[in-house]
T-cell receptor, first 114, second 113 residues
Framework: AQSVTQLGSHVSVSEGALVLLRCNYS??????LFWYVQYPNQGLQLLLK??????LVKGINGFEAEFKKSETSFHLTKPSAHMSDAAEYFC????????????FGQGTRLTINP | DAGVTQSPTHLIKTRGQQVTLRCSPK?????VSWYQQALGQGPQFIFQ???????QRGNFPDRFSGHQFPNYSSELNVNALLLGDSALYLC????????????FGQGTRLTVV
């Protein structure tokens, strides 16, 4: 079975500071991993995905994530936070090939301080 | 290009009633999945439709059922509503069962009173 653990339900950083959102996964098969962002009262927007190609994945809005098999981690980073990054972030693992039957973590709420 | 569209955006129902939610996938997509997102939680997979058949199902009771039409649009039906069914229901579409990118709609906020 697949599962995702997001460490820290709430992360707060200053504008311009490094953003680091942690995600650890468990998967019985080679995983497909995703990061999604959700703004208030909206659906989910895909930030980036790992599909067994390059381990360092670059996404939209300056975010990137590194797949580390030995640590079963897929942490999300951004070098310099912007006020518009304030949102809820979800890490997900696919239980099947591709983006099917996604298993989500509990989410991390990112707050940006001016 | 319209993305994934869901209707209605908000809905209030009484306990015991039945509800139908609708989803139109992104253009070119043929696979639709439904998720339930309770307040403060991550989305949970309900089921997936491909070629008008339910292909995968999460841990949800039979009160949750669905349908996919020839134009790939989909409906989610929930019978005998419980207070605990109150949630944001999200529809996601992808291209083929092995598609590596799922696009989500804005969701339908269901409140059961």
């Amino acid at each position: 079975a697949q599962s995702v653990t997001q460490l820290g339900s709430h992360v707060s950083v200053s504008e311009g500071a490094l953003v680091l959102l942690r995600c650890n996964y468990s998967s019985s098969v080679p995983p497909y991993l995703f990061w999604y962002v959700q703004y208030p009262n909206q659906g989910l927007q895909l930030l980036l995905k790992y599909t067994s190609a390059a381990t360092l994945v670059k996404g939209i809005n300056g975010f990137e994530a590194e797949f580390k098999k030995s640590e079963t981690s897929f942490h999300l980073t951004k070098p310099s936070a912007h006020m518009s990054d304030a949102a809820e972030y979800f890490c997900a693992v696919s239980a099947l090939q591709g983006a099917q039957k996604l298993v989500f973590g509990q989410g991390t709420r990112l707050t940006i301080n001016p | 290009d319209a993305g994934v569209t869901q209707s209605p955006t908000h809905l209030i129902k009484t306990r015991g009633q039945q509800v139908t939610l609708r989803c139109s996938p992104k253009s070119g997509h043929d696979t639709v999945s439904w998720y339930q997102q309770a307040l403060g939680q991550g989305p949970q997979f309900i089921f997936q439709y491909y070629e008008e058949e339910e292909r995968q199902r999460g841990n949800f009771p039979d009160r949750f059922s669905g349908h996919q039409f020839p134009n790939y649009s989909s409906e989610l039906n929930v019978n005998a509503l419980l207070l605990g069914d109150s949630a944001l229901y999200l529809c996601a579409s992808s291209r083929g069962q092995g598609g590596t990118e799922a696009f989500f709609g804005q969701g339908t906020r269901l409140t059961v009173v």
